[in-house]
């Protein structure tokens, strides 16, 4: 299994530009979530879909932040404008409705905004 | 979800046992408590999770009180590669993961 496969692994730009992160979660997965990852703030959930549909979103910190989820095999995060105090880790996860109910955790894209 | 509580970090040698402690005193009936890890540069990774009665999968064993109100993660022999934050999350079946500040796990060669 490949596992969740995130896009690009680093992203470096300037402020203002937009940014778009990229997430292919596990085949047959029905959840998807994406979190962020900062020194100051550790982990935080930004917002999951279930079966493509956004159910929590509350974790997203601005309108700047949008995400999407077109099909079962792709999600996308958006950032547009970007600020330096975007800069961090960004994690997409998926997991499935049966079984242990873990989550399956991308290897994360780290975003550097000057 | 409930808060849990740990040390911000602990000490094990290399091959002993480390015993990772967890407070959740306000856990409720149906929540479960979890463990995941996340060594350096990583996505964080399940190791495992329990309701009442102890468990035990080919990672660690996980030891939750009668009264459910602390647990303990224990990774058997602990090796260089188990250097990693772990978190123990609480939380009802299915919902979402709301992460703490774990504790640092450091394994001396």
């Known amino acids: 299994d490949a596992g969740v496969i995130q896009s690009p692994r680093h992203e470096v730009t300037e402020m203002g530009q937009e940014v778009t992160l990229r997430c292919k979660p596990i085949?047959?997965?029905?959840?998807l979530f994406w979190y962020r990852q900062t020194m100051m703030r550790g982990l935080e959930l930004l917002i999951y879909?279930?079966?493509?549909?956004?159910?929590?979103d509350s974790g997203m910190p601005e309108d700047r932040f949008s995400a999407k989820m077109p099909n079962a095999s792709f999600s996308t995060l958006k950032i547009q404008p970007s600020e330096p105090r975007d800069s961090a880790v960004y994690f997409c996860?998926?997991?499935?409705?049966?079984?242990?109910?873990?989550?399956?955790f991308g290897p994360g894209t780290r975003l550097t905004v000057l | 979800d409930a808060k849990t509580t740990q040390p911000p970090s602990m000490d094990c040698a290399e091959g002993r046992a480390a015993n990772l402690p967890c407070n959740h005193s306000?856990?409720?009936?149906?929540?479960?408590v979890y463990w995941y890890r996340q060594i350096h540069s990583q996505g964080p990774q399940y190791i495992i999770h329990?309701?009442?009665n102890n468990e035990t999968n080919e990672m660690a064993s996980l030891i939750i009180t009668e009264d459910r109100k602390s647990s303990t993660l224990i990774l058997p022999h602990a090796t260089l590669r188990d250097t990693a934050v772990y978190y123990c999350?609480?939380?009802?079946?299915?919902?979402?993961?709301?992460f703490g500040k774990g504790t640092r796990l450091h394994i001396l060669p």
């Open positions: 996860a998926s997991r499935w409705t049966s079984g242990s109910n873990e989550q399956f």
């Open positions: 085949s047959g997965h029905d959840y």
């Open positions: 879909f279930n079966n493509n549909v956004p159910i929590d």
């Open positions: 306000t856990i409720s009936g149906n929540e479960y």
């Open positions: 329990g309701l009442k």
């Open positions: 999350i609480v939380r009802v079946a299915y919902d979402k993961i709301i």
